[in-house]
């Protein structure tokens, strides 16, 4: 019997070629980078628990923002294509010397038939069996990926050696308490598990003595309703900390130096560590109990640099 909790109810297409299912790995990869996706109605993400980040993205809201992604082998027609085909992604990186690397689910007009055509007459691939959901995947010992496409849904993971791994996973991640309030109707969201270290790299990198001890950050992003060119979005970041104690701390010394610098609003910010660093401190950070709720309005390429800070 076909495993119920993948299926879904979107229409038919044009088929897809295996390179455009490997697009659907690298866009993974290059947003690293939703609405109140389907996959948040769920009782789990279909994506392995244990990620370093998660990363959701509605594509109907979210293309001022992918129009600044570039994906090493495709040319932005193609890019396009793929984008006009997909609805919904969710998309996880795991640490470095894991068996998983990265994952993706993608909802989108992938008619089940066609693709298993393309894949099996293409000898990159070959058919294996998912004993979890008792469903077949192709993996592509070149490019590492294994995929499953089904009708309105793909499934893609990769490893970190290039070994055969499954798309399909026992269990889907949950997603931690309040995120699905904080993101509802946004366009790009995110969490990132314990994502204190790479902050605090990136602002000692930037030369600014602050330890922040974040055990979690939420970032959901709102496109701007009237805007003339419809490339900016309203960003919201979330902290968590492990007291209430540590968030009244941290945001007294965020308050303490933002009197001591002033953002420039026409400052090229050229680097995502620049823009992480401008974020931080260009508003009052909110004190919500043991969290700091910060927001800021930032344009697509701003929020492709931000992503960038975090190698997702």
Same mark, same amino acid.
């Given at each position: 019997?076909?495993?119920?909790?993948?299926?879904?109810?979107?229409?038919?297409?044009? !088929?897809?070629?295996?390179?455009?299912?490997?697009?659907?790995? +690298?866009?993974?990869?290059?947003?690293?980078?939703?609405?109140?996706?389907?996959?948040?109605?769920?009782?789990?993400?279909?994506?392995?628990?244990?990620?370093?980040?998660?990363?959701?993205?509605?594509?109907?809201?979210?293309?001022? !923002?992918?129009?600044?992604?570039?994906?090493? &082998?495709? #040319?932005?027609?193609? $890019?396009?294509?793929?984008?006009?085909?997909?609805?919904? %992604?969710?998309?996880?990186?795991?640490?470095?010397?894991?068996?998983?690397?990265?994952?993706?689910?993608?909802?989108?007009?992938?008619?089940?038939?066609?693709?298993?055509?393309?894949?099996?007459?293409?000898?990159?691939?070959?058919?294996?069996?998912?004993?979890?959901?008792?469903?077949?995947?192709?993996?592509?010992?070149?490019? &590492?990926?294994?995929?499953?496409?089904?009708?309105?849904?793909?499934?893609?993971?990769?490893?970190?050696?290039?070994?055969?791994?499954?798309?399909?996973?026992?269990?889907? %991640?949950?997603?931690?308490?309040?995120?699905?309030?904080?993101?509802?109707?946004?366009?790009?969201?995110?969490?990132?598990?314990?994502?204190?270290?790479?902050?605090?790299?990136?602002?000692?990198?930037?030369?600014?003595?602050?330890?922040?001890?974040?055990?979690?950050?939420?970032?959901?992003?709102?496109?701007? #309703? &009237?805007?003339?060119?419809?490339?900016?979005?309203?960003?919201?970041?979330? !902290?968590?900390?492990?007291?209430?104690?540590?968030?009244?701390?941290?945001?007294?010394? !965020?308050?303490?130096?933002?009197?001591?610098?002033?953002? #420039?609003?026409?400052?090229?910010?050229?680097?995502?560590?620049?823009? +992480?660093?401008?974020?931080?401190?260009?508003?009052?950070?909110?004190?919500?109990?043991?969290?700091?709720?910060?927001?800021?309005?930032?344009? &697509?390429?701003?929020?492709?640099?931000? $992503?960038?800070?975090?190698?997702?």
């Amino acid at each position: 019997m076909r495993d119920q909790r993948y299926q879904t109810t979107l229409p038919h297409s044009p !088929i897809p070629s295996p390179q455009s299912l490997i697009f659907l790995l +690298l866009l993974a990869v290059s947003c690293r980078t939703a609405p109140e996706l389907p996959p948040l109605n769920m009782a789990g993400i279909p994506l392995e628990p244990g990620g370093l980040a998660y990363v959701l993205v509605d594509t109907n809201t979210a293309v001022p !923002i992918l129009e600044h992604i570039t994906v090493k &082998g495709l #040319d932005k027609k193609n $890019f396009n294509q793929m984008i006009d085909k997909t609805n919904y %992604v969710a998309a996880a990186v795991f640490p470095k010397g894991g068996e998983r690397r990265l994952q993706l689910a993608a909802w989108g007009n992938y008619p089940a038939s066609g693709a298993k055509t393309a894949l099996g007459l293409n000898r990159e691939w070959k058919k294996f069996r998912s004993p979890v959901a008792k469903m077949d995947y192709w993996h592509s010992s070149t490019t &590492g990926a294994s995929v499953s496409v089904n009708r309105g849904y793909a499934l893609v993971s990769t490893s970190e050696n290039n070994t055969v791994i499954d798309p399909y996973i026992a269990e889907g %991640v949950q997603a931690p308490e309040g995120f699905g309030e904080f993101v509802a109707g946004s366009a790009v969201s995110c969490w990132l598990e314990n994502p204190g270290p790479v902050i605090n790299q990136k602002l000692s990198e930037m030369g600014i003595p602050v330890e922040i001890p974040a055990e979690m950050l939420f970032i959901s992003l709102f496109p701007v #309703d &009237g805007q003339a060119n419809k490339d900016l979005y309203d960003a919201h970041l979330r !902290i968590r900390f492990s007291s209430a104690a540590h968030a009244r701390g941290l945001a007294t010394m !965020i308050s303490f130096m933002r009197n001591f610098s002033t953002p #420039d609003e026409n400052e090229d910010k050229a680097t995502g560590t620049a823009l +992480l660093t401008a974020l931080l401190f260009a508003n009052e950070p909110v004190q919500n109990d043991n969290y700091l709720d910060i927001k800021t309005r930032l344009s &697509g390429r701003e929020i492709s640099l931000l $992503f960038g800070v975090f190698s997702l």
